[in-house]
């Protein structure tokens, strides 16, 4: 008897043990931060519902989902059937995990089976780290290489497969419960619908603004697009977004209807119109420790009002058309940018870190910034090369211009000197003919009425065995050396004009001057005649005239001037 009464307890005590309910947390975050997507699992479907803080909660699933939890979400969970479940506490962080995890691409809400990226930061390197994802209330590891994690940051995709949000979070190996060392999580949303209604990935934040996106994948252009919250019209736009201020009443079920045509197919393809997105669940939360960034001139300013005190700030720069983030190697409040694009900050401290700041978007570096002294210096050295091109090309065409036109230039030769070759200018060529001739040019006076003068233009002397070089001047013999008449300043007002006076071949002539016993204009009608007689005879006797006539003038006058052979040969004796 005694036997039996025993087995009858035990089996009352199984049975009232096996009937009360247990609570479990997924994804097994260790501690919960803001924005994280908490579910609560009770063991049976709760016929009594879920009590928080011993109160009826409003779902009674056997899963419980917390979206986007805040520190008003901290408290005490059961549930309960026939009897209630033990407590479940629930404190809930109000700032961030110091491991940060990022929606590269943007879009947390994404056509089933599609992939999204991710980039993880982690200030202590990712040795030893993995990523996981619940889908269908199963944890799963995520396939990363490890030869990505050995830095402090990487990307990797993660697929949306499921029709609840699935979420996704990374966690270093060997941590557990509260010790559990994290990153923020990130919920994914797919969607079986050609139209998006597309959400941010972290939850609204009260008096923050907030932009819906209402997207069609393929590349559709969008050609007016309406937006409903609660199936009631919010309002419309043509560029497919619709930006909200977030209230306390901004929570709800938000869907947008889309009219657009695929022009990569067709420039005027098909207008589809009218067609509906899922809808999406917008979750307003009170607004956790943030970091806010300004700008001044030259620096960014990153601050954190309700950070502790002792905290460091990272910073994350996205190039121009960029959509990965690069992360800064300066902890400091106070960033010198040096490179176009858009920046954010976070404090981090300890085990937690403060929510983003948004970006600011810097299009033009401040003045003193290293970039810039970079490129002044580039264009000046172009210019500098440009400007020195320019001066040794006018140079080379000024050689090649007077290389190509050089102006001629008469050398006379010393009187006396010895008719050397070496004697002469080198750069000039000696005149063809004898060594002792002289060529001058016969001009006259312009009120003479004569043509002009006459140039020697080549022939040599032919008893000098000349090759043709110069001509004679026009009217004169080959065989004599002319010179130029030329006016004295002893013979009046008009001037006078000397005679040639020659001998043989080989002498060489000088003008006669006239002495001072000529006077005046007397002499000069004479010796003008016989110049004018000069250059309009042809022949050798027109001139032989003039010499006569010379001679005797000269006899008459006082006597025959010398030579220059006379002087040479007095000179030598």
Same mark, same amino acid.
């Given at each position: 008897?005694?036997?039996?009464?025993?087995?009858?307890?035990?089996?009352?005590?199984?049975?009232?043990?096996?009937?009360?309910?247990?609570?479990?947390?997924?994804?097994?975050?260790?501690?919960?931060?803001?924005? !994280?997507?908490?579910?609560?699992?009770?063991?049976v479907?709760?016929?009594?519902?879920?009590?928080?803080?011993d109160?009826?909660h409003?779902?009674?699933?056997q899963i419980?989902?917390?979206?986007?939890?805040?520190?008003?979400?901290?408290?005490?969970?059961?549930?309960?059937?026939t009897?209630? /479940?033990?407590?479940?506490?629930?404190?809930?962080?109000?700032?961030?995990?110091?491991?940060?995890?990022t929606?590269?691409?943007?879009?947390?809400?994404?056509?089933k089976?599609?992939?999204?990226?991710?980039?993880?930061?982690?200030?202590?390197?990712l040795?030893?780290?993995?990523?996981r994802?619940?889908?269908?209330?199963?944890?799963?590891?995520?396939?990363?290489?490890e030869?990505?994690?050995?830095?402090?940051t990487?990307?990797?995709?993660?697929?949306a497969?499921?029709?609840?949000?699935?979420i996704?979070?990374?966690?270093?190996? %060997?941590?557990?419960?509260?010790?559990?060392?994290?990153?923020?999580?990130?919920s994914l949303?797919s969607?079986?619908?050609?139209?998006?209604?597309?959400?941010?990935?972290?939850?609204? +934040?009260?008096?923050?603004?907030?932009?819906?996106?209402?997207?069609?994948? %393929?590349?559709?252009?969008?050609?007016?697009?309406?937006?409903?919250?609660?199936?009631?019209?919010l309002?419309?736009?043509?560029?497919?977004?619709?930006?909200?201020?977030?209230?306390?009443?901004? !929570?709800?079920?938000?869907?947008?209807?889309?009219?657009?045509?695929?022009?990569?197919?067709?420039?005027?393809g098909?207008? &589809?119109?009218?067609?509906p997105? =899922?809808?999406?669940?917008?979750?307003?939360r009170?607004?956790?420790?943030?970091?806010?960034?300004?700008? !001044?001139?030259?620096a960014?300013?990153?601050?954190? /009002?309700?950070?502790?005190?002792n905290?460091?700030?990272y910073?994350?720069?996205r190039?121009?058309?960029?959509?990965e983030?690069?992360?800064?190697?300066?902890?400091?409040?106070?960033?010198?940018y040096?490179?176009?694009? &858009?920046?954010?900050?976070?404090?981090?401290?300890?085990?937690?870190?403060s929510?983003?700041?948004?970006f600011?978007?810097?299009?033009?570096?401040? @003045?003193?910034?290293?970039?810039?002294?970079?490129? +002044?210096?580039?264009?000046?050295?172009?210019?500098?090369?440009? @400007?020195?091109?320019?001066?040794c090309?006018?140079?080379?065409?000024?050689?090649?211009?007077?290389?190509?036109?050089?102006?001629?230039?008469?050398?006379?030769?010393?009187?006396?000197?010895? =008719?050397d070759?070496?004697?002469? =200018?080198?750069?000039?060529?000696?005149?063809?003919?004898?060594?002792?001739?002289?060529?001058?040019?016969?001009?006259?006076?312009?009120?003479?009425g004569?043509?002009?003068?006459?140039?020697?233009?080549?022939g040599?002397?032919?008893?000098?065995?000349? =090759? $043709?070089?110069?001509?004679?001047?026009?009217? &004169?013999?080959?065989?004599e050396?002319?010179?130029?008449?030329?006016?004295?300043?002893?013979? $009046?007002?008009?001037?006078?004009?000397? @005679?040639?006076?020659?001998?043989?071949?080989?002498?060489?002539?000088e003008?006669?001057?006239?002495?001072? $016993?000529? #006077?005046?204009?007397? #002499?000069?009608?004479?010796?003008?005649?016989?110049?004018?007689?000069?250059?309009?005879?042809?022949?050798?006797?027109?001139?032989?005239?003039?010499?006569?006539?010379?001679?005797?003038?000269?006899? $008459?006058?006082?006597?025959?001037?010398k030579?220059?052979?006379?002087?040479?040969?007095e000179?030598?004796?």
């Amino acid at each position: 008897m005694r036997t039996l009464i025993f087995l009858t307890a035990v089996t009352v005590c199984w049975f009232m043990v096996k009937a009360k309910p247990t609570i479990k947390m997924i994804p097994k975050y260790g501690r919960v931060y803001w924005g !994280d997507t908490v579910k609560l699992k009770c063991s049976v479907k709760p016929t009594g519902g879920w009590l928080y803080n011993d109160k009826p909660h409003t779902s009674s699933s056997q899963i419980l989902i917390l979206n986007a939890v805040s520190s008003k979400d901290s408290g005490n969970y059961q549930c309960k059937t026939t009897e209630k /479940s033990d407590i479940f506490r629930i404190d809930v962080l109000d700032y961030l995990p110091p491991a940060f995890l990022t929606l590269v691409s943007g879009h947390a809400v994404v056509n089933k089976n599609e992939s999204s990226l991710l980039q993880l930061f982690s200030d202590e390197g990712l040795t030893n780290w993995i990523c996981r994802i619940l889908r269908n209330d199963q944890e799963y590891n995520l396939m990363i290489p490890e030869d990505i994690m050995a830095g402090k940051t990487m990307q990797f995709y993660a697929t949306a497969e499921g029709e609840t949000p699935e979420i996704v979070w990374c966690k270093k190996k %060997g941590t557990n419960n509260l010790n559990t060392i994290r990153s923020n999580s990130i919920s994914l949303r797919s969607s079986d619908m050609e139209v998006l209604l597309e959400i941010p990935p972290e939850p609204a +934040v009260l008096g923050e603004p907030l932009t819906l996106r209402c997207e069609v994948r %393929g590349g559709a252009k969008i050609e007016s697009a309406e937006f409903f919250k609660d199936n009631i019209m919010l309002g419309s736009a043509t560029d497919g977004s619709y930006e909200i201020s977030v209230t306390d009443g901004s !929570d709800g079920s938000y869907r947008c209807i889309a009219s657009y045509r695929y022009i990569f197919i067709k420039p005027h393809g098909a207008l &589809k119109k009218n067609v509906p997105s =899922d809808p999406q669940t917008l979750i307003i939360r009170a607004r956790p420790r943030t970091a806010v960034i300004t700008k !001044d001139a030259s620096a960014l300013l990153c601050t954190c /009002s309700d950070c502790p005190t002792n905290s460091s700030f990272y910073w994350y720069h996205r190039e121009p058309n960029a959509m990965e983030l690069t992360w800064r190697e300066e902890k400091t409040s106070r960033l010198i940018y040096d490179q176009p694009g &858009k920046y954010a900050c976070r404090a981090v401290w300890g085990d937690g870190a403060s929510r983003p700041s948004k970006f600011q978007n810097i299009e033009v570096l401040p @003045a003193g910034s290293p970039v810039i002294y970079l490129v +002044v210096v580039l264009i000046i050295a172009g210019l500098l090369l440009v @400007a020195i091109a320019l001066v040794c090309r006018i140079k080379r065409r000024g050689q090649s211009a007077l290389q190509g036109d050089v102006p001629m230039k008469s050398v006379r030769r010393k009187k006396g000197a010895e =008719d050397d070759d070496d004697t002469k =200018d080198d750069a000039y060529q000696p005149l063809k003919g004898s060594d002792k001739d002289e060529y001058h040019t016969v001009q006259a006076r312009p009120d003479d009425g004569a043509d002009g003068g006459y140039e020697a233009v080549g022939g040599a002397r032919t008893g000098d065995g000349g =090759d $043709g070089g110069y001509e004679a001047l026009k009217g &004169k013999a080959q065989a004599e050396v002319y010179h130029t008449l030329q006016a004295t300043g002893s013979q $009046g007002a008009d001037g006078g004009y000397e @005679a040639l006076k020659g001998t043989k071949q080989n002498d060489t002539y000088e003008t006669l001057k006239p002495t001072a $016993g000529d #006077g005046g204009n007397g #002499g000069e009608p004479e010796e003008k005649g016989l110049y004018q007689k000069l250059a309009s005879d042809g022949g050798d006797g027109g001139y032989e005239e003039l010499k006569k006539q010379a001679d005797s003038k000269n006899d $008459g006058g006082g006597g025959k001037r010398k030579t220059i052979k006379d002087k040479k040969e007095e000179e030598r004796d």
